[in-house]
């Protein structure tokens, strides 16, 4: 099956899937029929999903990566490697791209309370893009520990900020990722809210410590919609890290700020290197 053959089962599967009637244009070329997919899948329940459907869209998704290309954590240079002096640098690193291309151990998801991903078609939040290359598998997994965790909780159990859950990577080139949610600034920043995204960082850390990881890569935690200011939060993320590592001497050798854009790449600089 060719890839264009593999994009349009899916996109009769998700309709057939979906059980209802779609009525949308339809797509006029490659990129509108991904676009359409990509939709279909953000908005789908978590729920099972025919195998054979599944072996289509891992085998789809797999060749995107290579059409996209993968970047491996460990050949990413070090903090160290490009002029950090302190000695935490060496196990840390700045890379400005997709976090979805990384093949590292973990990265790390700005979730939502619900922990299901990003409902909204095609949306750029880190949530959604995270979801859709991984496939409908981890919406189901998260589903799954939703579920669990309601039971024990009570119906109205929403994860609470700074406690990460753990799910495999499924599609991604990351074997796991960590979904964590971070705080919402709603009026003003607040000592609380700067000590919650501080744990955010940290228990991540802590997590992945207590599974043996080597290798994650932070995404800017609530820096988007939940408008934690970018400065500060890089300024937060550094000193965490750094005081984390200073600690610590297990199998963590590559932690990864991951950022999008020339201005938050130099803020990040501005944090790790003193560089305006």
């Not at 700067?194 to 850390?205: K, V």
């Not at 400065?231 to 200073?246: G, H, N, Q």
Request: hydrophobic share 40%.
């Amino acid at each position: 099956m060719t890839q264009n053959e593999r994009l349009d089962y899916l996109l009769d599967a998700f309709r057939l899937d979906a059980g209802e009637d779609w009525d949308f244009p339809a797509p006029k070329n490659t990129e509108e029929k991904r676009r359409l997919l990509r939709g279909m899948m953000n908005v789908r329940m978590p729920r099972p999903m025919a195998e054979e459907t599944l072996a289509v869209q891992d085998a789809y998704l797999l060749r995107r990566y290579e059409e996209r290309g993968i970047v491996r954590a460990e050949e990413l240079p070090s903090v160290r490697d490009l002029g950090g002096t302190q000695p935490e640098d060496e196990r840390m690193a700045l890379w400005q791209g997709d976090i979805t291309l990384l093949a590292a151990d973990a990265i790390v998801n700005a979730a939502n309370s619900q922990m299901l991903g990003c409902f909204v078609p095609c949306h750029s939040c880190i949530d959604n893009c995270i979801h859709t290359y991984a496939g409908v598998q981890l919406r189901a997994d998260c589903g799954r520990q939703m579920e669990a965790l309601r039971r024990r909780y009570g119906r109205n159990y929403e994860q609470p900020t700074a406690i990460p859950m753990l799910t495999p990577g499924y599609n991604l080139p990351a074997k796991h990722v960590i979904h964590i949610v971070g705080p919402i600034v709603e009026e003003r920043l607040t000592p609380k809210l700067e000590a919650d995204l501080a744990a955010c960082y940290r228990n991540t850390l802590d997590l992945c410590e207590e599974k043996g990881l080597h290798s994650v890569a932070f995404c800017c935690i609530s820096t988007g919609v939940f408008r934690f200011p970018k400065e500060r939060a890089a300024e937060i993320a550094v000193s965490t890290v750094r005081a984390w590592l200073a600690e610590y001497a297990g199998p963590l050798e590559r932690i990864i700020f991951t950022v999008h854009g020339e201005q938050n790449r130099r803020i990040y600089e501005q944090n790790l290197y003193g560089r305006d």
